[in-house]
């Protein structure tokens, strides 16, 4: 089976700027959850989507929204970017226990 | 609010020595995860322990789980340099698999 893809893998913005982040999950798999991984604050979880709905999210500005589409796949979105935005925005799909994450997209917000 | 923590946060071992990452977490949790992340890439599963006394093994790592102490560990049979790499233990959030809480993660240096 294919893994967890997120594209773009890289991404340049400027302060001010919007961006829009993709992840597919693995073939299956109805749950997708986000996290921002940054050297100052580690791994933070931004939300989960479970069959269209979002189910969770974790401790982040209004800035930061994302949905899930019928098929599961999932975009998530930052308005407004700040450079403290710059980070790896990491997708997981999770079918049962197991959470499988995607390569990561990493912002670099100037 | 749940709260993970890890040590040490950094190891730097020995060709063929043993050690252990330690993983407490503070409230009551279903699942802990392991994971390993090599420079610059994703987070690459382990295990994952879903109840009290759980222990697993592959290779040269074995972890386990203890849920009312809320500890995990994470052991290292002679290191090999293939295992230095970054572990993050992680924990559900309110019974949620998709909403995980990490620790900080160990930074694992084995040297020949």
């Known amino acids: 089976k294919a893994g967890v893809t997120q594209t773009p893998r890289y991404l340049i913005k400027t302060r001010g700027q919007q961006v829009t982040l993709s992840c597919s999950p693995i073939s299956g798999h109805r749950s997708v959850s986000w996290y921002q991984q940054t050297p100052g604050q580690g791994l933070q979880f931004l939300f989960e989507?479970?069959?269209?709905?979002?189910?969770n999210k974790g401790n982040f500005p209004g800035r930061f929204s994302g949905r899930q589409f019928s098929n599961s796949r999932s975009e998530m979105n930052v308005s407004t970017l700040e450079l403290g935005d710059s980070a790896l925005y990491l997708c997981?799909?999770?079918?049962?226990?197991?959470?499988?994450f995607g390569p990561g997209t990493r912002l670099l917000v100037l | 609010e749940l709260k993970v923590e890890q040590n040490p946060l950094f190891l730097s071992m020995q060709e063929g020595k043993n050690y252990t990452i330690y993983c407490n977490y503070s409230?009551?949790?279903?699942?802990l995860y392991w994971y390993r992340q090599d420079p610059g890439k994703s987070l690459e599963s382990l295990f994952v322990l879903l109840s009290n006394g759980a222990v697993k093994q592959e290779g040269r790592l074995m972890a386990s789980l203890d849920t009312k102490a809320r500890l995990s560990t994470l052991h290292i049979t002679a290191a090999v340099h293939d295992l230095s790499a970054t572990y993050f233990c992680a924990v559900d959030n309110r019974g949620s698999q998709g909403n995980l809480i990490f620790g900080k993660g160990t930074k694992l240096s084995v040297k020949p």
């Open positions: 409230t009551t949790s279903d699942r």
């Open positions: 989507y479970f069959s269209e709905t979002q189910r």
């Open positions: 997981a799909s999770a079918l049962e226990e197991t959470q499988y």
